[in-house]
């Protein structure tokens, strides 16, 4: 049985580690220098001077591809397991990957039927 007590020493580690960064913090805040000129308040882009507007439309299709990579990529994962214990799941864990597949495909089918994955229209 743990007992409140076993706790701690967990607690003073970190109250210790808050209080740490939260010293840290507001010495540099309170010893540290304070000069605001144009050129530190001024956004930096890597050297290149700051030329238009940075927020522009961005077409619906890079976030939509980018979700389907996601989706479509993290499958994958779950295929890790099954390779590892086929021998030991059988047609049992064969039938289960096999639906696993199964709604992928009808997702993927779905996505290509609708144009997702088209960028020219």
Same mark, same amino acid.
């Given at each position: 049985?743990?007992?409140?007590?076993?706790?701690?020493?967990?607690?003073?580690?970190?109250?210790?580690?808050?209080?740490?960064? +939260?010293?840290?913090?507001?010495?540099?805040?309170?010893?540290?220098?304070?000069?605001?000129?144009?050129?530190?308040?001024?956004?930096?882009?890597?050297?290149?001077?700051?030329?238009?507007?940075?927020?522009?439309?961005?077409?619906?299709?890079?976030?939509?591809?980018?979700?389907?990579?996601?989706?479509?990529?993290?499958?994958?994962?779950?295929?890790?397991?099954?390779?590892?214990?086929?021998?030991?799941?059988? !047609?049992?864990?064969? +039938?289960?990957? +096999?639906?696993?597949?199964?709604?992928?495909?009808?997702?993927?089918?779905?996505? !290509?039927?609708?144009?997702?994955?088209?960028?020219?229209?």
């Amino acid at each position: 049985m743990n007992q409140p007590n076993d706790y701690l020493p967990i607690l003073i580690q970190i109250a210790v580690a808050v209080g740490f960064v +939260a010293l840290t913090l507001s010495l540099s805040h309170l010893l540290g220098p304070s000069r605001k000129t144009v050129n530190k308040v001024e956004n930096f882009e890597c050297g290149i001077p700051i030329h238009g507007n940075a927020r522009f439309p961005v077409s619906v299709k890079y976030f939509l591809s980018a979700i389907l990579f996601v989706l479509f990529d993290v499958e994958v994962i779950f295929f890790y397991p099954y390779a590892v214990n086929f021998k030991e799941m059988g !047609w049992h864990g064969f +039938a289960a990957v +096999a639906t696993f597949i199964g709604f992928f495909l009808v997702g993927f089918i779905y996505v !290509w039927k609708r144009g997702a994955l088209e960028w020219e229209h």
